[in-house]
């Protein structure tokens, strides 16, 4: 009896394949597609589309340019709100200015009063020994009433002038936040590529509208790419993370390209059933990645690949 073997779904276990007809590798250990770090770049900020600079296909480099997002009004928004921070500036500097004078004004009226305070306590000393008149130190408390009313008037127009400064403060605070924002809003209207890769698939076009977190492109980076197995319990122990790995592909069927295990789930699964295995009564499996250098460009996400272990059958 001729018997057939049928490899099939994107990934098969790390298994030998037992009883599948003559001439199977050894080590080959299972198939599945070759994945890659994808990203989809979005809009961050709403507007009207003025350049896509970017097509299917084509390669970027990771902070090239991607696209370009109308940020006229932002940008006009921010020469008024730059005006109005320079307007705020110079008011501080005169009223700076204002609250040093009162700050004087406030020092003068108090040397003033202590001066006459000093009058009045020394004639109210004489007045008790009958060397100073009643009409001479009613002058000198009225003259030190004058005085404390004079310390009190400069002491509240510094008051005044120190809380209009604070405001004048609070209001420079939000216009330097308000710069902030609108810096930034500026800032996302040019959309960068985060790596480098290829542009797999773009969502929109030049001329078209955005809004905030609206899909433009999705970018791959095919400099290394990987490839997920799955072994059951009984292979498990012969996986070494970090262990050599051999990848074939049909593109190159004379080749196989050197890879690595970087990753083995440490939690056991039902089989996925897009995956066949050797033994079918093995129904928990654990996924294995293995990592590939791509710098020729050879592999293609989605494309078929076959895993081969040395030692896997012993």
């Not at 408390?141 to 002491?155: D, N, P, Q, Y």
């Not at 050197?258 to 089989?271: K, R």
């Amino acid at each position: 009896m001729k018997t057939i073997c049928i490899l099939t779904g994107f990934a098969l276990p790390l298994l030998t394949v037992w009883g599948c007809g003559e001439g199977i590798d050894p080590s080959f250990a299972g198939s599945g597609v070759i994945e890659a770090t994808e990203v989809t770049i979005s809009a961050k900020t709403a507007g009207t589309i003025i350049e896509f600079a970017v097509d299917e296909g084509s390669r970027v480099e990771q902070g090239g340019p991607i696209a370009r997002i109308d940020s006229e009004t932002a940008v006009l928004q921010r020469v008024v709100a730059a005006a109005d921070l320079a307007d705020i500036d110079w008011n501080d500097r005169i009223l700076s200015r204002e609250i040093d004078s009162v700050r004087e004004q406030v020092s003068q009226a108090k040397i003033r009063r202590d001066l006459v305070q000093k009058t009045r306590d020394r004639l109210e000393n004489l007045l008790a020994d009958g060397a100073a008149t009643v009409d001479r130190l009613d002058a000198a408390r009225t003259e030190f009433e004058i005085g404390e009313s004079a310390v009190r008037a400069a002491e509240t127009r510094l008051a005044e002038a120190t809380v209009r400064r604070g405001a004048l403060t609070a209001r420079r605070d939000k216009l330097e936040a308000n710069l902030k924002l609108l810096d930034k809003v500026i800032a996302d209207g040019t959309i960068i590529a985060p790596l480098s890769g290829e542009v797999i698939e773009t969502y929109a076009e030049a001329g078209e509208m955005a809004a905030p977190g609206s899909p433009l492109c999705t970018i791959a980076d095919l400099s290394t790419v990987k490839l997920r197995i799955y072994a059951n319990e009984m292979l498990l122990g012969k996986l070494k993370l970090n262990g050599p790995v051999k990848v074939g592909v049909d593109s190159h069927p004379e080749e196989r390209f050197d890879g690595a295990i970087t990753w083995i789930s440490p939690v056991a699964e039902f089989t996925p059933k897009n995956v066949q295995t050797r033994e079918s009564r093995a129904d928990l499996v654990y996924a294995a990645e293995i990592t590939l250098p791509n710098p020729n460009g050879i592999f293609k996400i989605g494309m078929p690949a076959d895993a081969y272990i040395e030692g896997i059958a012993e």
